[in-house]
């Protein structure tokens, strides 16, 4: 089956704790990018990857990181969480040949940061 | 400042009757707009689009209007069913196509 799948699903950490939430695919996407879903605001982009090895800032970028070093895996890393990081995550992927930016998403991770 | 808006967060309707939900926007480099719906504890799924250069798109319930002047888009659905019940997400994308841009959602409630 098609999918994106995050690791974990739910997470509660305090702050400054250092975590990773982790992302793959199995389509062979080349494209896949990160969001955080916060009330009111919708879903913004944190981070995106052309492809293995290239990475660019979407809108929210400040306070995380993340690597590309294989295709299939776009894992998203807190060095130091802070309390208004706490949100729902989206990871995502599509195709650079499918239509324009549909982007197949992930079930989502829920982050608490106390 | 938000480039897309969903101005109202939630839309109540009857079963069988129209739902039209709305979305606005002010960046005039979009280019491609989509729709995605979102259940509670999934990730939001791909439902509709369309390009600049149409106004319109239709896909069995679901229609999309583009008023490029206006920069408003609205998503209608016809007939309205309970299984509808879902969050809607309006979003932008630019030529270059490497980021979406999303409005803040509308909750629908489709009532049986």
């Known amino acids: 089956e098609a999918q994106v799948t995050q690791n974990p699903r739910y997470l509660i950490t305090v702050t400054g704790k250092k975590l990773t939430v982790t992302c793959s695919q199995n389509m062979n996407h080349e494209y896949m990018s990160w969001y955080r879903q916060d009330p009111g605001l919708g879903l913004r982009q944190i981070y995106y990857?052309?492809?293995?090895?290239?990475?660019d800032k979407g809108d929210v970028p400040e306070g995380y990181k993340v690597s590309r070093k294989e295709k299939r895996n776009f894992p998203l890393i807190l060095e130091s969480p802070s309390p208004n990081q706490t949100s729902l995550y989206f990871c995502a992927s599509r195709s650079h040949r499918a239509a324009k930016n549909i982007q197949y998403f992930g079930a989502g991770t829920r982050l608490s940061v106390l | 400042d938000q480039q897309v808006k969903q101005n109202s967060p939630s839309l109540s309707v009857q079963e069988g009757r129209i739902s039209i939900l709305n979305c606005d926007y002010t960046n005039s480099m979009f280019d491609y707009f989509l729709w995605y719906k979102k259940y509670p504890a999934e990730g939001p799924t791909f439902l509709i689009s369309?390009?600049?250069?149409?106004d319109k798109n239709e896909d069995g319930r679901f229609t999309v209007f583009l008023n490029k002047s206006a920069k408003h888009l609205s998503l209608h659905i016809v007939p309205s069913q309970p299984g509808d019940s879902a969050v809607y997400f309006c979003?932008?994308?630019?030529?270059?196509?490497?980021?979406?841009?999303f409005g803040g959602g509308t909750r629908l409630m489709v009532k049986p």
């Open positions: 369309i390009s600049s250069i149409k």
């Open positions: 990857s052309m492809n293995v090895e290239v990475t």
């Open positions: 979003a932008a994308s630019t030529v270059a196509g490497n980021m979406l841009t």
